[in-house]
């Protein structure tokens, strides 16, 4: 999901999100660590001298605090999470350097990528875990400001550029939600990190679903309800909030409607 696109939709100024600073000066420090490094050493979370950055990167309360994000708060929400996103992206494309001699065979390189993406996925589920669960609050977050933002413009103000930074997002839930279900029978993901993932997703499902409409979310009932009777035990609880909150009747405004 871009959150640079969604920057250009509102233009307030911003007030500080509480851990700001804090959050983006670990991901600094974080990335910095990541520079050159092939596919099998990227940092590790297991690692004592890298884990409280890791600590800090997946403290949604820490760095969010106990209040919503309004829309004055939109840009210091897009740093954040742009930054928690771009690490994401390292982990997942880690080792890409091997591909390069593909650059000009794109059916296969797309292929060679593709296995890129499912390996990091697999080494580095520890450590994207954290980022993944923290992109979904990151989701959320922006609902509520973006659809507040959305409905007050007149027709005219619904310029192209906004539209698409609307729909983009609605994309972009539909798939974190589609993938978490997904990854629930992956066994080659720790159980606790499918169920970190699925906490995540059921804990902020009501304001996620509120940007879908009914043909999408009905998309992933089906598979909730499909999931829900191969689950393994501990997951069957999260799945199934997911599951009542995509089939919830909702009014749908802002950028469900779109």
Do not use: W
């Not at 939109?74 to 650059?103: H, Q, W």
């Not at 940007?211 to 089906?222: F, T, W």
């Amino acid at each position: 999901m871009s959150f640079a696109l969604f920057s250009l939709v509102l233009s307030a100024q911003a007030e500080v999100v509480p851990g700001k600073a804090r959050y983006l000066s670990a991901a600094d420090k974080l990335l910095s660590l990541m520079q050159g490094k092939g596919q099998s050493e990227m940092p590790r979370q297991s690692d004592p001298t890298v884990a409280p950055l890791f600590a800090v990167l997946s403290d949604v309360k820490g760095t969010f605090g106990e209040e919503p994000v309004e829309a004055k708060d939109m840009g210091d929400l897009f740093d954040v999470c742009g930054k928690s996103n771009e690490i994401a992206t390292r982990y997942a494309m880690a080792g890409i350097e091997r591909l390069k001699p593909l650059a000009g065979d794109i059916p296969r390189m797309t292929i060679e990528l593709r296995k890129l993406q499912e390996e990091s996925a697999v080494l580095y589920q520890d450590e994207l875990v954290g980022f993944q669960a923290f992109a979904v609050t990151c989701a959320a977050q922006q609902v509520a400001p973006m659809n507040t933002r959305l409905t007050s413009l007149k027709p005219e103000e619904l310029t192209t550029v906004r539209r698409a930074g609307a729909m983009q997002m609605r994309t972009g839930v539909f798939q974190m939600i589609a993938g978490g279900l997904m990854s629930e029978a992956d066994t080659r993901l720790k159980l606790e990190n499918r169920l970190k993932m699925l906490t995540a997703l059921a804990d902020n499902i009501d304001s996620l679903a509120s940007v879908l409409p009914e043909n999408m979310r009905s998309i992933l009932a089906q598979s909730g309800l499909a999931g829900a009777k191969t689950v393994d035990p501990a997951l069957k609880s999260a799945n199934d909030k997911i599951v009542e909150g995509v089939v919830k009747h909702r009014e749908c405004v802002g950028i469900c409607a779109l």
